[in-house]
């Protein structure tokens, strides 16, 4: 099993861009997430899915887009660049709700600039 | 708004040292989890305590979870630099499907 995938691992973008980050994972979990570190606060959950078709809000959704289409893939949408996304982002994925399940498997990250 | 508190946020110690993590908060969480993350890394789960008062051993890593299930300490004994990296608490919210993250806590073990 690879785990949970994100691509690309780095990406500059200019103010205004937009982009997807990618997630994948093949390990059949129902939860998905994004977050967001940035130094000194931990990470900060932007949107998550409990499921295909069924997407909410986390703490910082703002200028994210989201969606479930399928199990295994879950886009994170950057819809108009700014300065204040700079910051790592991590995908995870779980088997669902309740201990063991909340135990979240991560992605390696994707390390965005924008300048 | 569920808030976690981690102490220290930096801790620079000598390999051998003993080292005491706290994750504190007001609220009452489901579980709470560890994680340990290393440079250019994703986070890697050590452990979940679900039940107040608990406590679970992995090696020299003694995790307890609080009578109340507001907070939660990682005791590491004789420390070595290959515990350095960032360790992060998490609890589960009570509502389902979320995990709600301390800022972590930046260890440094030197040889």
């Known amino acids: 099993n690879a785990g949970v995938t994100q691509t690309p691992k780095f990406q500059v973008l200019k103010t205004g861009q937009s982009m997807t980050l990618q997630c994948a994972q093949d390990?059949?979990?129902?939860?998905m997430s994004w977050y967001r570190q940035d130094p000194g606060m931990g990470l900060r959950l932007i949107h998550y899915?409990?499921?295909?078709?069924?997407?909410d809000q986390g703490e910082v959704p703002n200028g994210y887009n989201v969606s479930r289409s399928t199990t295994e893939d879950f886009p994170l949408r950057l819809l108009s660049a700014a300065p204040s996304q700079t910051s790592v982002y991590f995908c995870?994925?779980?088997?669902?709700?309740?201990?063991?399940?909340?135990?979240?498997?991560f992605g390696p990250g994707t390390r965005l600039t924008v300048t | 708004t569920q808030l976690l508190e981690q102490s220290p946020q930096f801790l620079s110690i000598q390999e051998g040292e003993n080292l005491t993590v706290y994750c504190n908060s007001s609220?009452?969480?489901?579980?709470l989890q560890w994680y340990r993350q290393e440079p250019g890394e994703g986070p890697v789960l050590l452990v979940t305590?679900?039940?107040?008062?608990e406590v679970k051993k992995l090696k020299r890593l003694t995790f307890q979870f609080g009578d109340a299930r507001k907070d939660s300490s990682l005791h590491i004994t004789a420390a070595q630099p290959g515990d350095t990296g960032l360790y992060l608490c998490a609890g589960a919210d009570n509502q389902g499907g979320k995990l709600i993250f301390g800022q972590g806590t930046e260890l440094s073990v030197k040889p």
């Open positions: 305590v679900v039940t107040g008062g």
């Open positions: 609220s009452v969480f489901s579980s």
């Open positions: 899915s409990v499921g295909a078709g069924i997407t």
């Open positions: 995870a994925s779980s088997y669902g709700p309740g201990p063991p399940a909340y135990e979240q498997y």
């Open positions: 390990m059949n979990h129902e939860y």
